[in-house]
């Protein structure tokens, strides 16, 4: 069919646009969503195997608001006391909270309500743990440095709000386990010096536990956080379209393209073949596996306390620093300072924050203002890599200590001995861990210079016509080598001659000496394995015809 006969009917008067064109030109003229449909549906994104872990991350998360929706439908959040006469005979005349109530009531009465309440769990444990590997993948890889600091303090900031969700979310249903973990946050803020115990009055609205507090955690849980959490990830995405992805070395990339495939329509199928890949293994586990089975563990009395009572993973770390701290306190004037209690309590943001400000502690040293969108390959990276391997091993030699007790019953060991072990860690095990990751990296380079000088082995001995033998080596091809040695090695910062031509010392300022010694530990001589040069390539292979 020709064009006329497509525009004009057989009177020849031209055809009017069908509804759906019309709407769509009336939302263009007034959204511009053609214009930035054309600008941005064609954007090209990298492609490469770890890059997946922030699709977790995002997949989860909208899994979680579907799912959360759906709970909030059937959950009442009220502190009230009743006498539970539902379907679940172990409980019938037990005296236990509306919220406790309607969670069994989910689990043994609402169709799919068991099955919709664990996947919800489970998502998000998976949540956490994918925004804890998916913000150690951009550190490892350097992607946190310039355009992207703001974005690196967003996706640690979802990291802290995701921990505090979790807390928020497993408290509601005020079953044994998740009462003994409110008391052990209301605890740790009556530690607080001065206003600990204005601020759990506050919280509770009176005493412990109080009827205030579940509407007040159901609020937090549904609206506040979710709806920052929401923000954060627009945001989040927005700056990652902005800046546009980072990507590994290679040929013909460089800090001004991007190699890859464009958002629509490769990107797009693939994001959402994955994402219904994630919530098919999601609804597997919440099908298959048992979490929080709030009828076995019966409502908070707070007179009781669950054995093996843990929270769930991503604040076991926080639970191992109150655990294995020593009981001291303070008495002066009248007031006792728990600082058993209280130094893990601010140990826990500390530790996070660390983290958090290494990306602009290693600007400072190093004074890169320059862009960077090539991702570093860890080992390429010692000093960085180490601190981040060196930071994991305290996170889990802290949620050993977190679970001393389910390590000494399963393990047949002394409590005591697990709990000094972990304070011995604590301070031995991440210095230990920074060493034998630095010589790991060391090594790798090291490998790698050999790779590129002396090509790949093949496992072939070949005797040479005075008798030596040797072993066949294949080389690596231009691209291989070329992705080998396109890091940058930074040059340690120096402060220069202390002591001018005319011998009058020069002032230099203390932060320009620190750096210094810092950029010296961090990129001086032994910090790294020198790349192989063009000559030096030539030199090896100029001779005989071996290396």
């Not at 444990?125 to 703001?150: I, N, Q, S």
């Not at 000088?453 to 001995?461: D, N, P, Q, W």
């Amino acid at each position: 069919m020709s064009e006329r006969t497509q525009d004009h009917g057989q009177d020849g008067r031209p055809t009017p646009p069908a509804k759906g064109e019309r709407l769509a030109d009336w939302a263009d003229g007034r959204l511009g969503i053609h214009t930035l449909g054309k600008s941005q549906l064609r954007k090209v994104f990298p492609d490469h195997w770890s890059f997946m872990f922030g699709e977790i991350c995002l997949y989860s998360f909208l899994i979680l608001i579907l799912t959360g929706v759906w709970l909030t439908l059937f959950f009442e959040p009220s502190g009230m006391e009743v006498e539970y006469n539902g379907t679940y005979v172990p409980l019938k005349g037990v005296l236990v909270t509306r919220a406790y109530e309607s969670t069994v009531d989910i689990s043994m009465e609402v169709r799919g309500g068991l099955l919709i309440r664990q996947i919800h769990h489970w998502a998000a444990l998976v949540f956490v743990a994918g925004m804890l590997v998916h913000m150690m993948r951009v550190f490892f890889t350097g992607a946190f440095r310039k355009p992207r600091e703001l974005n690196w303090l967003f996706g640690w900031t979802l990291l802290m709000l995701g921990l505090i969700t979790g807390l928020t979310g497993y408290s509601l249903p005020d079953d044994l386990l998740s009462g003994t973990g409110v008391r052990f946050a209301q605890g740790a803020i009556l530690s607080i010096p001065v206003v600990g115990t204005y601020v759990s009055f506050f919280l509770f609205g009176g005493e412990f536990p109080g009827h205030d507090i579940i509407p007040r955690l159901f609020a937090v849980h549904v609206l506040l956080l979710p709806g920052i959490m929401l923000g954060l990830v627009v945001a989040h995405l927005i700056l990652v379209f902005y800046h546009k992805h980072t990507q590994f070395a290679g040929p013909g990339r460089s800090e001004r393209n991007v190699i890859g495939a464009p958002f629509f329509p490769v990107y797009v199928a693939k994001a959402g073949g994955f994402f219904f890949l994630v919530f098919g293994v999601l609804a597997l586990m919440g099908a298959l596996a048992t979490i929080n089975p709030v009828w076995a563990l019966g409502p908070y009395r707070p007179d009781m306390v669950g054995t093996g009572a843990q929270p769930d993973w991503y604040l076991g770390f926080s639970e191992g620093l109150i655990r294995v701290m020593p009981s001291w306190e303070i008495n002066a004037w009248g007031h006792t300072l728990e600082l058993g209690v209280f130094i893990p309590f601010a140990l826990f943001p500390l530790i996070m924050m660390v983290i958090a400000a290494y990306p602009f502690a290693e600007a400072w040293v190093t004074k890169d203002r320059r862009e960077h969108h090539i991702a570093d390959r860890p080992r390429n990276a010692p000093a960085r890599t180490s601190f981040g391997v060196a930071w994991l091993s305290l996170y889990g030699v802290l949620m050993v200590g977190g679970g001393n007790d389910i390590w000494a019953t399963h393990f047949h060991l002394s409590i005591n001995a697990i709990t000094w072990f972990v304070r011995i860690a604590f301070f031995v095990v991440p210095p230990l861990a920074y060493a034998v990751t630095y010589r790991v990296c060391l090594g790798l380079q090291r490998r790698d210079r050999a790779k590129v000088l002396h090509g790949r082995e093949s496992g072939i001995i070949k005797r040479l016509p005075h008798g030596e033998y040797v072993e066949v080596h294949q080389p690596l091809s231009q691209a291989e080598r070329y992705t080998l040695t396109a890091h940058e090695q930074p040059v340690p910062f120096e402060v220069g001659p202390l002591v001018d031509a005319n011998g009058v010392a020069r002032k230099v300022p203390r932060t320009d000496r620190l750096r210094a010694r810092l950029s010296r530990a961090m990129y001086g001589p032994g910090t790294q394995v020198p790349k192989p040069t063009a000559q030096e390539y030539r030199q090896v292979h100029s001779g005989d015809g071996h290396p």
